[in-house]
């Protein structure tokens, strides 16, 4: 059992078990989310249920001296010693505390990555137009074509006739699988009063964000060279000499980017590069750049500028990755409104969550399923510093 205040100022309490995760899996949330969403209260005045539920139990993140809050040590996590220093009895096998704790873990763990925005993880999730949630490790990809309506105009069309066909949205004849993945961790016992819950989040919170990263570059790497498991193809490339602006030995002309940057302009806005850093080093410094140098913005002056009123370019972003993830010399282009989209499996945690609360293990394992892919191909181009 559990104890919050709820909107009224009463204290309710709560009877937890491991199906926590399973209902929050089905309604496609977090736990965290999932109980905040089930018990009402003052969240200003007496913080999130979840966080008075997490408290309740002796799961405080960090110590505060001020106080005499101390994080717990990992046995008494995994014993309930940590609710009977919070002033709870234990009377259940399973203490909320070991039941609760997993979410309190992934939900700290989840912060501390958030914490840095310019990350690289944190950035890619910038890059992604639509991240779903579904329950099970099988999905459907749409497909949508726009073949018909690109060759056609719209016409005027007599009383109860039918419309042009803009689009036709099928899904793939092939169900997409999301893969899982796993970051497992053991403790001995000797180490399980020696380590505090902020130290281990803090831990797994830095190899989970290595393995992020790791997982990024094999996203981008089958983005430009096609996913056989997602039914992708490698993207066509065009190089700067077929802009014809006398481009060579990687160097960029500003005419040829600012082509670049245009073409096509009528289905996507490129507003995010990826490329490795020789390659963004030539971006910058390309050719015919314009600058502004000894210019008296005071000076008198007669003058007409011309301002391009529809430019259909606009700043760009840089996504620098590791040389190797993307091909050298190379810039890839999206927009970013249209170009990727990301399926996560919420139910794919429930099953390691279970077997570490009921079994009552040591060793943990925290799993789970995402797959990203191209949505739109033509949201994507890719050129070549030939």
Known sequence: ???????????????LDVSVYKDAAINQMTVPQFINTKYETDSDKYG?????IAADCGLFMHSDN???????SMADVLSGKAEMNAGVIVRDANPASRIIFPAV??????????VDASGYVAMFDSLIAISDDIVGARFEQPL?????????????IAQLSEPNVMMNITVSDVARKIPSFSIGMQISDEALGATSLDFVT???ARQAEIERAARVDEYIAAFINGDVDMGSVALAQVTTASFGNGDSSHVLNHK????????????????WVICDLATALAIENRIGRPVIT???????RINATAQVANPAWQNVQIFLVEDGVVPAWTAVGIDSRYAIRRVRNSQAEYAAVEQFVLRKAQAMRYDFGEVAYRMFDEAWTVLYLS
């Open 1 to 15: 059992m559990a104890k919050f205040i709820d909107l009224n100022g009463a204290t309710q309490e709560v009877a």
């Open 48 to 52: 999130t249920a979840f966080e008075q």
């Open 66 to 72: 001020r106080y005499a809050i101390r994080a717990p």
């Open 105 to 114: 873990f992934l939900e700290a763990v989840e912060n501390k990555l958030k």
């Open 144 to 156: 949508i074509n726009y073949s018909g309506p690109e060759g056609a105009r719209s016409k005027a």
């Open 202 to 204: 803090l831990a797994l």
């Open 256 to 271: 040829t980017w600012i082509q670049w940057l245009r073409a096509n302009f009528r289905k996507r806005h490129i507003d």
């Open 294 to 300: 000894n210019d008296d913005p005071n000076s008198p």
